[in-house]
């Protein structure tokens, strides 16, 4: 199992865009259709982030696998919305889920982020 979980770690180094957030916690935004579908397809295991319209989708792998605060989910939101079809605001409902026994679920508001921010937090 830890095998398949270390193969899984470097595969995903080659899909989608990378942040790390202040807090560690480290992100993984899709690019396209396509990863966007590899990236659904692990959200059992990881944190999962998704718009309520179009846009891209992201998973969250936190340190030590805790649960991400409030902050933490708000922060992801306002990433994720940098990369939707947003509202002329800049805002966009993200939806979003937690890979563990509590099944932790909901709609955080996400504002597009801004652009130096993004930078900041890009690997």
């Not at 409030?70 to 409902?93: F, H, P, S, W």
């Amino acid at each position: 199992m830890k095998i398949e979980s270390q193969r899984e770690d470097l595969y995903l180094l080659t899909i989608g865009r990378h942040f790390r957030l202040p807090t560690g916690t480290k992100i993984v935004v899709s690019r396209n259709e396509g990863e966007g579908n590899f990236i659904k397809g692990l959200k059992n295991r990881y944190w999962y982030f998704e718009p309520v319209g179009k846009g891209a989708v992201a998973i969250a792998k936190t340190i030590e696998k805790r649960l991400l605060s409030q902050e933490e989910i708000k922060m992801i939101g306002d990433l994720v919305a940098r990369y939707c079809k947003t509202d002329e605001n800049g805002k966009i409902d993200i939806k979003y889920s937690s890979p563990f026994e509590q099944n932790i679920k909901g709609i955080v508001e996400g504002v597009r982020m801004q652009e130096e921010t993004v930078e900041d937090w890009r690997i």
